[in-house]
């Protein structure tokens, strides 16, 4: 079974300039989670999805942040302009159900330098 | 509102001696306790959780951690280690109750020496 899967891996870019993240949850997961994780910490949760709908993006920056879930399954992670703060690790999760006992899957990561 | 604290920041530790890895949580309500483990450059993998029942909870790679209530603690323990088990470890909580919001301590690097 093929986990999650993340592109880019790694990307740099300058501020100011946009960089979009994608992610490919585990087939039949309807759960799909972006964490924010910065050096030296654990990941922090941006957005959450049960299927195409956004349940909880209260710790989403909308002035700059979006994400969207097409059909329910692939999902984008966006950031129009990047500022230098940006720079972390952008985490893909998924699972199965959409409980709070569920066990999340990872995906390796994107790893974002704003220069 | 939830938090995790993960004592140890870095522990170093002998290849085939014990070790523990400290998590303490608060929260103000019931919660499942979770421990994932972080390879470099991989994603983050499940090691075990407390959902209810038996304190003691077994995971994958040797691992278990025991669920103290009174204490609010979730320590992580392996009875001997190997090199392999160098990565990162997080500890995590989420309530069960009141929405649903998973919080991850800052993590704890385990370095195993040979």
């Known amino acids: 079974e093929a986990g999650v899967v993340q592109s880019p891996r790694y990307k740099i870019i300058e501020k100011k300039q946009p960089v979009a993240f994608w992610c490919n949850p585990i087939?039949?997961?309807?759960?799909l989670y972006w964490y924010l994780q910065n050096l030296g910490q654990g990941p922090e949760l941006l957005i959450r999805?049960?299927?195409?709908?956004?349940?909880?993006d209260s710790q989403l920056p909308k002035d700059r942040f979006s994400a969207e879930r097409l059909k329910g399954v692939d999902s984008t992670l966006k950031i129009q302009p990047a500022e230098l703060g940006d720079s972390a690790v952008y985490l893909c999760?998924?699972?199965?159900?959409?409980?709070?006992?569920?066990?999340?899957?990872f995906g390796p990561g994107t790893r974002l330098t704003v220069l | 509102a939830q938090s995790v604290t993960q004592l140890d920041s870095q522990v170093p530790v002998f290849e085939e001696a014990p070790v523990e890895l400290r998590c303490n949580y608060s929260?103000?309500?019931?919660?499942?306790l979770f421990w994932y483990v972080q390879y470099p450059n991989q994603g983050l993998q499940l090691l075990l959780k407390?959902?209810?029942?038996?304190?003691l909870v077994k995971g994958i790679n040797g691992f278990e951690a025991e669920f103290n209530k009174s204490q609010t603690s979730f320590h992580l323990r392996k009875p001997s280690v190997h090199i392999s088990d160098t990565a990162e470890y997080f500890c995590?909580?989420?309530?069960?109750?009141?929405?649903?919001?998973?919080?991850f301590g800052a993590g704890t690097r385990l370095f195993v020496k040979a």
């Open positions: 999760a998924s699972s199965l159900g959409t409980g709070e006992s569920d066990e999340q899957f």
């Open positions: 087939s039949g997961h309807n759960t």
């Open positions: 999805y049960e299927n195409e709908e956004a349940v909880d």
């Open positions: 929260s103000s309500v019931s919660v499942y």
């Open positions: 407390y959902l209810s029942g038996s304190t």
């Open positions: 995590a909580v989420t309530r069960n109750t009141g929405g649903f919001k998973t919080i």
